[in-house]
Nanobody
Framework: QVQLVESGGGLVQVGGSLRLSCTAS????????MGWFRQAPGKEREFVAG????????YLLNSVKDRFTISRDNAKNTVYLQMNSLRPEDTAVYYC??????????????????WGRGTQVTVSS
């Protein structure tokens, strides 16, 4: 059974930084696309960043492209989301997800079959 555990969320001021981590177990991490999604209160969950299993190509939501970085360490079964220059609109619960079905692109929510429980990120102004 796949388990994904997120960490690194918290309260930060505008312009600050956080690094989220997601450690996976119970599946072949190196052959899974990994993604980060977020859901703000009253809004639908949205794709934030994904990274391919094949060559670690990153994909990012346009509004975070210049501020966030996604990376993975297959030796540690961990995917990271480095978030810089945080804004109040980044406030949300952030979820890690795994896609074990060899899709080419990591940016489609419907492709993900395992989810973490989420970590809260709050950006105060």
């Amino acid at each position: 059974q796949v388990q994904l555990v997120e960490s690194g969320g918290g309260l930060v001021q505008v312009g600050g930084s956080l690094r989220l981590s997601c450690t996976a177990s119970g599946h072949t991490f190196s052959s899974s696309n990994m993604g980060w999604f977020r859901q703000a209160p009253g809004k639908e969950r949205e794709f934030v960043a994904g990274i391919t299993w094949r060559d670690s190509t990153p994909y990012l939501l346009n509004s975070v492209k210049d501020r966030f970085t996604i990376s993975r360490d297959n030796a540690k079964n961990t995917v990271y989301l480095q978030m810089n220059s945080l804004r109040p609109e980044d406030t949300a619960v952030y979820y890690c997800a795994a896609d074990q079905t060899f899709h080419t692109y990591p940016n489609s929510e419907i492709d993900y079959d395992s989810w973490g429980r989420g970590t809260q990120v709050t950006v105060s102004s």
